[in-house]
Structure formats: C-alpha cells, structure tokens
C-alpha cells in the first residue's frame, strides 16, 4: 500500500507488504464477503470471456502489457496500489495508480481493487507531518472520482515500517485511537473497504493482539505460507474469525504471467 501490501506455515511474523457515480460497485454482502471482480473480453481480442476465479494479486509497481493480458485471460482478480506514505508529503496518491488501472482496462478488465497504504507515523526531522486521516480518504477517493476510476473493493494498509515514514511508530494507545479515526473516515466514503493486516504485527502496533479496529470490515490476511485458499487460513487477530482474502506469498513472479507481485485468494 513506501511498501506497500502483504506469510509459511509459520507465518513470518515480523513483516507484510501490500506487493490493498461508483458507491455502489462491488457492494460486500451481508456476511462481509467481497463480491466478484467483473471481468470481459474486449471485442476486438474475441475468445471466450475469461471466468472470475478465486485467485488474484496485488501489485506496488506498474507491470509490462503482456502481463495484464495473461491475469486477464486467467481470470484473475488484481488489487493495485493506489495511495501511499508519501514521505515528506504526509500522504499522497501513488504514481503509478492511474498507469496501472489503464493497462488493467487495456487488457479487459471493466473495475479493479485498490488499496491504500496511509501515512500515520512520526515523520523524520525536518519532514511534514502526516496528514489528518480524513484528508488522506478524501484525496483517495478524490482522485478515483476525479479520473472515473472503475473500483469494486478499497483495502486500507495497517502494517509497520521502520527507516522510512515509520508506520504505526507512536504508542499503542495512540495508534489505536488513530487506526479507528481512519476506520471513521473509510466507512464515510462511500466505498466499500476491507483491512489488510498480518495477525503476527497486531500486537507490536496495538495493545493487544485481541484489539478490535475494524473487525466488521473483510479480512485481507497475511500469512505467506504459499498454500492459495482463503479458507486455509489460520492467522487471525482483532476480532476476525475467517478471511476474504489470504495474500499468501510475498513478492515474486507468478508461474504462467511473470511480473512481480503478491499471490491472493479470494472467497469465491
């Protein structure tokens, strides 16, 4: 979502990385499920219309055409990044948001997720301090407005850092407080919105492992032990008991479409 999104049987547990008039797209259901990425075949490419799978990724850099037509055909769901830290800024939208939703709709796709990694720690000396989580929401949502950015699920970033932005570095109680401001400001958007969290750094940045921030939001999980299958996972924290989404390997390429990315399941 600098980083930005999200581990092993073991799950590793010191870090993640988000590799997380349109309201009413990709609404979650009642149970806080995330609804099916709609995908087609541009009519001058013909072939069959690719069926949504289970399976996606999500990405921090731009990739290559050939890369977004091979996840088309394949079906899967991709989850780009959209804002970022912004050191020295106290927040901004990513580069690289609008270069990746267009060659997502280059390759067919009609909507896209897209998360957002906040800027919410102490900045280095001399730099500006991070933004109200307020105006970090509305210049996201802002901007997806702005350009008729087509998005079905949001996904908000909670995740250390250190030697850069420093995520989550004031005290517990402290970050607590801010983590439910941001909360406050997701559900005002007007989009739907998840948590993208790894269970084994929730207690390095809130009180407890069992402090609640979101837990009525989907579940983006961590837990990079390369088993794909939302239902396989086993890390919770915060009040969560099942998963929407399981990002279950870090940064690499995928077998079939290359690229550099992080593997996801999606509940079906």
């Given at each position: 979502?600098?980083?930005?999104?999200?581990?092993f049987a073991l799950a590793i547990p010191s870090i993640s990385c988000f590799a997380l008039?349109?309201?009413?797209?990709?609404?979650?259901?009642?149970?806080?499920?995330?609804?099916?990425?709609?995908?087609?075949?541009?009519?001058?490419?013909?072939?069959?219309?690719?069926?949504?799978?289970?399976?996606?990724?999500?990405?921090?850099?731009?990739?290559?055409?050939?890369?977004?037509?091979?996840?088309?055909?394949?079906?899967?769901?991709?989850?780009?990044?959209?804002?970022?830290?912004?050191?020295?800024?106290?927040?901004?939208?990513?580069?690289?948001?609008?270069?990746?939703?267009?060659?997502?709709?280059?390759?067919?796709?009609?909507?896209?997720?897209?998360?957002?990694?906040?800027?919410?720690?102490?900045?280095?000396?001399?730099?500006?301090?991070?933004?109200?989580?307020?105006?970090?929401?509305?210049?996201?949502?802002?901007?997806?407005?702005?350009?008729?950015?087509?998005?079905?699920?949001?996904?908000?970033?909670?995740?250390?850092?250190?030697?850069?932005?420093?995520?989550?570095?004031?005290?517990?109680?402290?970050?607590?407080?801010?983590?439910?401001?941001?909360?406050?400001?997701?559900?005002?958007?007007?989009?739907?919105?998840?948590?993208?969290?790894?269970?084994?750094?929730?207690?390095?940045?809130?009180?407890?492992?069992?402090?609640?921030?979101?837990?009525?939001?989907?579940?983006?999980?961590?837990?990079?032990?390369?088993?794909?299958?939302?239902?396989?996972?086993?890390?919770?924290m915060g009040g969560w008991t099942k998963a929407a989404v399981k990002q279950y390997t870090?940064?690499?390429?995928?077998?079939?479409?290359?690229?550099?990315?992080?593997?996801?399941?999606?509940?079906?």
């Open positions: 979502m600098l980083s930005k999104l999200l581990l008039p349109n309201g009413n797209a990709g609404l979650v259901s009642r149970d806080g499920e995330v609804a099916d990425v709609v995908v087609r075949a541009p009519d001058d490419r013909g072939g069959p219309t690719p069926t949504p799978t289970s399976e996606g990724f999500d990405i921090s850099q731009t990739q290559p055409p050939e890369f977004w037509t091979c996840a088309f055909k394949k079906g899967y769901r991709p989850i780009i990044e959209g804002y970022i830290q912004g050191c020295g800024v106290g927040g901004e939208v990513a580069k690289n948001f609008l270069p990746s939703y267009n060659a997502a709709k280059t390759a067919g796709y009609t909507s896209v997720d897209a998360y957002m990694f906040p800027c919410t720690g102490n900045q280095p000396s001399g730099l500006p301090a991070c933004k109200d989580p307020k105006v970090q929401v509305n210049e996201f949502i802002k901007y997806i407005k702005d350009n008729k950015i087509n998005v079905n699920h949001l996904w908000f970033d909670i995740e250390p850092t250190s030697g850069e932005c420093n995520a989550w570095n004031l005290d517990k109680t402290t970050n607590l407080k801010l983590a439910w401001k941001f909360v406050d400001a997701l559900k005002q958007s007007g989009y739907t919105w998840g948590i993208y969290a790894n269970g084994n750094q929730w207690a390095d940045m809130f009180p407890s492992r069992d402090s609640n921030v979101a837990s009525d939001l989907p579940l983006m999980a961590v837990q990079w032990d390369g088993v794909a299958g939302v239902d396989k996972t086993t890390t919770f870090g940064t690499t390429a995928d077998k079939d479409c290359g690229g550099s990315l992080d593997h996801d399941s999606f509940r079906p």
